[in-house]
């Protein structure tokens, strides 16, 4: 048996496999409503065998969108289409998922698109924020620094949307805190200049995720999943590095959180990433062996040989394609073919199905 195709418990969900749908920006709703793109787009890989599939980073407050285009979860008229989207992942045997974002200072930008330069007043530029006043890339409107009243906010803002995506019937929540948006900034020493009790220390940088942990749980009950999207490193000097990540992710297991989805970057636009297939899977494999906490393995991922040796060789927990769903939506169906695995494939296509 493919170890691809094992099983996997996490509380009180059982992965039908360890394939899963990234969280993927799609910059496709309005005022962060979800709509038929996002129903199709989403559907679409669950109707192609994976496990879960994790919405894209859904902003928890307008300001916390990265764009005009997100997907969003601040007030209760986004619940009804989420559910739909939910309801349909589930009839597919597949479990719903999403990740709870604020963009932080790499908020108010237009579309890649578009341009995927910062928003002007012109084109509805909004307010950005960060734990520190200091613009991501020249060119960006320098943020405001989070009062403590405001971060309080924030971490309100989080648990709020957990309750909504609880309501709209997601079965695992993500937050995000990779990437340079605002749980990373506040982790990683390079953006992070506070002198208060949310800045300096180790232990200060990683209050602001502490508590929303702390705030989420509350109505996200402990036998829900609760995942974390992390930078395991900035790639820079002085910033957040690998072994930070290891003792954050040890001390999460006594945190409630579940898994730790293992990427890299995105805080600085001076870091030199060493992109190449598999490079983000030494991560996972560090934080695993380390902790003894879930990982989850991404980047360049892109055959069903590579995500295959990475459980087998239990380098990590899951594996979490994006770029290659995109490529192709039923790549588990199609890798299951050819690990020589014979696995369900929804009814209404199982006359194209070849036989192993």
């Not at 192609?48 to 601040?74: C, F, K, N, V, Y």
């Not at 908020?107 to 950005?128: F, H, I, M, V, Y």
């Not at 924020?129 to 971060?151: C, H, M, Q, R, T």
């Not at 030199?272 to 980047?299: H, M, R, W, Y």
């Amino acid at each position: 048996m493919a170890n691809l195709f094992s099983p996997l418990k996490i509380k009180n969900i059982e992965l039908k496999n360890r394939i899963i749908v990234s969280p993927m920006c799609q910059y496709s709703s309005e005022d962060g409503f979800a709509n038929d793109w996002h129903l199709v787009h989403l559907g679409s890989r669950a109707v192609g065998g994976a496990a879960l599939i994790i919405a894209e980073a859904t902003a928890i407050s307008p300001e916390g969108r990265i764009t005009q285009g997100d997907l969003g979860i601040w007030k209760d008229e986004h619940i009804p289409f989420l559910k739909r989207i939910t309801e349909f992942i589930e009839k597919q045997n597949s479990i719903p998922g999403i990740q709870l974002a604020h963009a932080g200072r790499k908020s108010s930008q237009l579309r890649p698109w578009d341009g995927n330069r910062a928003l002007t007043k012109e084109d509805g530029a909004w307010q950005t924020y960060a734990p520190s006043s200091i613009a991501f890339k020249e060119g960006d409107v320098v943020p405001k620094n989070l009062s403590i009243e405001e971060i309080k906010k924030v971490i309100q803002d989080f648990q709020n949307a957990a309750l909504r995506a609880k309501k709209a019937g997601f079965k695992v929540i993500e937050l995000h805190g990779a990437h340079g948006y605002l749980i990373n900034e506040f982790l990683s020493p390079l953006s992070n200049k506070r002198i208060d009790e949310y800045g300096g220390s180790f232990e200060n940088r990683i209050r602001f995720l502490l508590e929303i942990i702390e705030s989420v749980r509350k109505v996200w009950k402990e036998d829900n999943p609760l995942f974390l999207r992390i930078s395991a490193t900035d790639w820079m000097e002085g910033g957040w590095t690998i072994d930070d990540s290891i003792k954050l992710a040890d001390l999460l297991k006594t945190k409630t959180i579940d898994l730790i989805d293992c990427s890299s970057g995105g805080n600085s636009p001076d870091a030199k990433i060493p992109a190449k297939p598999l490079f983000q899977v030494t991560f996972a494999d560090s934080i695993k062996k380390s902790t003894g906490i879930l990982t989850g393995a991404v980047g360049f991922i892109t055959t069903p040989e590579e995500a295959n040796n990475i459980i087998e060789e239990n380098k990590a927990d899951v594996v979490l394609l994006a770029c290659e769903f995109l490529r192709d939506p039923y790549f588990p169906l199609s890798a299951a073919i050819k690990l020589g695995m014979n696995i369900p494939w929804p009814v209404q296509y199982e006359r194209a199905k070849k036989r192993t």
